[in-house]
C-alpha cells in the first residue's frame, strides 16, 4: 500500500498526475482551488493521501525554480553575461528587468503559498497511529514551504500582499491585501513557525528511482530533500530582520536535533607541480572524503549529505517541469546523447570580480584580497609531515567547479593547449539547491558575529567543530566565544557529536587551516585575516571613515572587528555559494545587517554590484526590488 503511494505521489511530482494537484500554471488562475474540484482532490482528512498534497506543493516548487536561480544570482556580482546571454537575463543583471522579463512573476511564489494556505486550513490535524501524531511532519513542513515562498517575495519584491486564509474563488484576486515588508511577514510568520521546532521533515523515501535521463543515466530523488526544515527558514526569517540571538538559536537547534556535522568535503589541489601532490586536506587517510564537486553532482543521492533542501527537477522534458539553468553555463542536461550534452554558446560565466577574489596571486601584487591556500609537503610513501606551507594557489573551490575542457578534465594551470572556453560545473545534477549544510553553518556564522562573537565565527571557518576550541591552550578564542561552544555545541547532550568533528568551512578551498592536524600551526589566524580585511577596507575611506586612521594607530574597536568578520563571510559565502542562486538574497541580508550597525549598507551594496552596470541608483532602497505584478 505504502509502495503504492509513494508512486503515485511520485508520478505527482514529475508532472504525469496533474489531474491530482491543485498546481495551476497560468497566471489568472494562480490562486483559483475551484470547489467543484474537490472531489478530484486527495482526501485532507485521511492519513496518507494528504502526501498527494504535499507532493503538489512541491511541483509548484519546481514551476519557481529557474526564476529563484536567476533572481537571486543575475543581480550578484560573481556571475557575467556573454554574447550568447539572453535578453532577459541581461536585464536581470543591469536592474533594468520589467513586467515584461519572465523571470520577474510573483504568481509563481504565490501559486506555492495558497496551495499551503488550503493544505493548512483543511488538514486534519487529529489523525494518530497509537500515541504518534501522523500528519505533525507534514503539516510542519508545509507550513515552512509557505514561510520561504513569502520570504522569497520580500527579496525580490519588497512589500507584497500577505494572507494566510486559502483564496477559493478567482474573483477574490481583486481584493486588496495588507502589504507587509520581510519585518512584518517574519513578524507574522515566526511565532506560529517556532513551535513545531525540532520537528523533522517528511521522509517518503530516498534515492527514488524519478526516470531515465536522455544521455544515458538514471535521475533519483531523495524526498527528505524537497522539504525546507522549519528551523532552518525560521534561523533565515530572524537573521534577515535582525534577530540574532533568536537567528542562532534556531540553526543550531536544526543542528543539534538532526546532529548535522560540518560536511566532509576536500578539494584536489589540481597543479603540475610534484613538490606540492597532496595537500593537507586530501591526505591518504582521507580518502573517504567526498570532493566539492560531489555536492552538485551527486545531489541526488542519500550520502551527499551537505544537501539539506534542493528542488528536484524532471529528468527529461517528457516527465514534466525541466530547468534551464544548466543551459545557460553551457550543459544542456537534456541533450539526447551525453556527447552532446557540452555547448559553446555559454550564456553565463564567472566574472572579473569573482576571478580576483579567489586568485591567490593577488597577494603577490599587493592586493590583500587574494586567497592563500595552506599545505603541508607530501612526504614519500607517507602521509604529509613537513611544515606547512603557503601557496598562492587561490581557492580549489572555483577549480572545482570551473573546467577549460569538457567533462572532468582536471585545470592544468599555464598549459599551451589549455582552451580558451570555461564551464561551470555546478549543474549535471540539474537540480536547483535552496540550502546546504554549509549554509546553515555560514548564516550561524552571521548572527554570532552580530551578536558579538566575531571570533566564534571564525571557529568554524578555521578550525570547525572540535572540543580543543575550549581548551585553555586556545588563547585566541575569548571566554565568550568558549561560553557560547560549551554551552551549545560541547554540552553534555552534544559534546560526543561534536567534539571531533574537524571540518572547517575554509577548508573546503584553501588547505590546512586548522592548527591541529599536523606539527606546526597554520598561518591563517584570526588576528591575521581581520588584520588584512583591515588592510583592504581602510583604503575606502567613503564607505569606512576613519578606519584607517584607527588602524594605523591601533585603536580598532571591536565594532571594527565584527565588521571585517562581516567581510570574511561575505568573502567565503562567494566562494561557498558562487553560482548556485543565492549571491544577491546574501548581499541584500549583509547591507541590512550594516545598516542596523549604523553602516552605509546601501552604499556598500551599490559598491558590490557597480560592475553589473546598474541602470538605477541602487542607494535607493527601492531600486533593490522588481516591479510587482497587480
Known amino acids: 500500500m505504502k509502495k503504492d503511494i509513494m508512486k503515485r505521489a511520485t508520478a505527482m511530482l514529475l508532472g504525469v498526475a496533474l489531474s491530482a494537484s491543485f498546481i495551476l500554471t497560468s497566471c489568472d488562475k494562480m490562486l483559483d482551488v475551484d470547489s467543484d474540484r474537490q472531489a478530484f482532490e486527495p482526501d485532507m482528512n485521511s492519513k496518507t493521501d494528504s502526501v498527494f498534497y504535499a507532493f503538489g506543493i512541491a511541483q509548484a516548487m519546481q514551476q519557481l525554480a529557474d ?4 533572481q537571486g544570482e543575475m543581480r550578484g556580482e560573481l556571475v557575467a553575461t556573454t554574447q550568447y546571454t539572453d535578453s532577459m537575463l541581461s536585464q536581470l543583471k543591469n536592474f533594468s528587468a520589467g513586467l515584461n522579463n519572465r523571470y520577474d512573476s510573483a504568481y509563481v511564489y504565490y501559486r506555492v503559498i495558497n496551495n499551503c494556505n488550503y493544505y493548512i486550513k483543511h488538514r486534519n ?59 512584518q511577514i517574519a513578524n507574522a510568520l515566526c511565532p506560529d513557525l517556532a513551535q513545531y521546532s525540532g520537528i523533522p521533515v517528511p521522509n517518503y523515501g530516498t534515492n527514488i528511482n524519478i526516470g531515465n535521463v536522455n544521455g544515458g543515466g538514471t ?24 534577530k540574532y540571538t533568536e537567528a542562532a538559536n534556531s540553526y543550531f537547534n536544526y543542528l543539534q536535533t538532526t546532529k548535522t556535522l560540518l560536511p566532509d568535503v576536500q578539494t584536489v589541489l589540481r597543479m603540475r607541480d610534484a613538490s606540492l601532490s597532496y595537500p593537507s586536506d586530501y591526505a591518504s587517510t582521507n580518502n573517504n572524503a567526498a570532493k566539492y564537486q560531489n555536492i552538485f553532482t551527486l545531489a541526488n543521492s542519500a550520502t551527499c549529505l551537505d544537501i539539506v533542501s534542493y528542488i528536484p527537477m524532471a529528468a527529461n522534458q517528457r516527465m514534466g517541469t525541466i530547468t534551464n539553468v544548466p543551459l545557460s553555463f553551457g ?24 576571478n580576483d577574489l579567489v586568485d591567490g596571486r593577488k597577494e603577490t601584487t599587493g592586493d590583500a584580497n587574494g586567497i592563500d591556500f595552506y599545505y603541508y609537503k607530501q612526504v614519500s610513501g607517507g602521509l604529509p609531515k613537513k611544515d606547512l606551507t603557503t601557496g598562492k594557489y587561490g581557492d580549489m573551490r572555483s577549480l572545482s567547479n570551473i573546467y577549460p575542457t569538457r567533462g572532468s578534465s582536471y585545470i592544468v ?82 559534546i560526543d557529536t561534536y567534539k571531533s568533528n574537524t571540518l572547517p568551512i575554509h577548508q573546503h578551498g584553501c588547505g590546512a587551516t586548522p592548527d591541529g592536524n599536523y606539527p606546526g600551526s597554520s598561518p591563517y589566524q584570526f588576528s591575521t585575516e581581520i588584520g588584512r580585511k583591515f588592510a583592504q577596507l581602510a583604503t575606502n575611506a567613503t564607505l569606512y571613515p576613519g578606519l584607517a586612521s584607527r588602524v594605523s594607530s591601533s585603536t580598532t574597536t571591536k565594532a571594527d572587528t565584527i565588521m571585517a568578520m562581516e567581510e570574511l563571510l561575505c568573502d567565503e559565502e562567494a566562494m561557498e555559494f ?33 560592475s553589473n552596470s546598474p541602470v538605477v541608483n541602487l542607494l535607493d532602497e527601492a531600486n533593490w526590488y522588481l516591479p510587482l505584478k497587480k
Open 578 to 610: 558562487c553560482f548556485e542562486g543565492t549571491r544577491w538574497y546574501d548581499l541584500m541580508r549583509f547591507a541590512r545587517h550594516k545598516n542596523r550597525a549604523g553602516l552605509q549598507g546601501n552604499a556598500w551594496l551599490a559598491d558590490k554590484v557597480k
Open 413 to 494: 594551470i599555464g598549459d599551451d593547449d589549455e582552451s580558451k572556453t570555461e564551464w561551470i560545473d555546478k549543474f549535471r545534477s540539474a537540480n536547483i539547491i535552496v540550502y546546504r549544510a554549509t549554509t546553515v553553518y555560514l548564516h550561524l556564522c552571521e548572527a554570532l558575529n552580530r551578536m558579538g562573537l566575531p571570533d566564534a565565527a571564525f571557529a568554524f571557518l578555521k578550525e570547525g567543530l572540535t572540543d580543543e576550541l575550549v581548551k585553555t591552550t586556545t588563547t585566541w578564542l575569548s571566554d565568550d566565544a568558549k561560553n557560547y561552544f560549551n554551552n551549545t555545541f560541547f554540552n553534555a547532550t552534544n
Open 125 to 183: 490535524t487529529d489523525l494518530r497511529t497509537g500515541s504518534t501524531d501522523v500528519t505533525i511532519n507534514e503539516f510542519a513542513a508545509v507550513k515552512a514551504y509557505r514561510a520561504w515562498a513569502y520570504l522569497q517575495l520580500a527579496r525580490n519584491y519588497g512589500k507584497v500582499p500577505f494572507f494566510t486564509e486559502p483564496l477559493t474563488n478567482i474573483s477574490e484576486i481583486s481584493q486588496t491585501f495588507p502589504e507587509y515588508d520581510i519585518y
Open 67 to 70: 526564476q529563484y536561480f536567476y
Open 331 to 354: 550543459y544542456d542536461f537534456y541533450a539526447l546523447s551525453s556527447s552532446a550534452r557540452w555547448r559553446e554558446d555559454i550564456q553565463l560565466t564567472q566574472s572579473k570580480v569573482y
Open 219 to 242: 535521475k533519483y530523488m531523495n524526498t527528505t530533500r524537497i522539504f525546507i526544515p522549519v528551523d532552518v527558514i525560521l534561523g533565515d526569517l530572524y537573521l534577515e530582520t535582525g
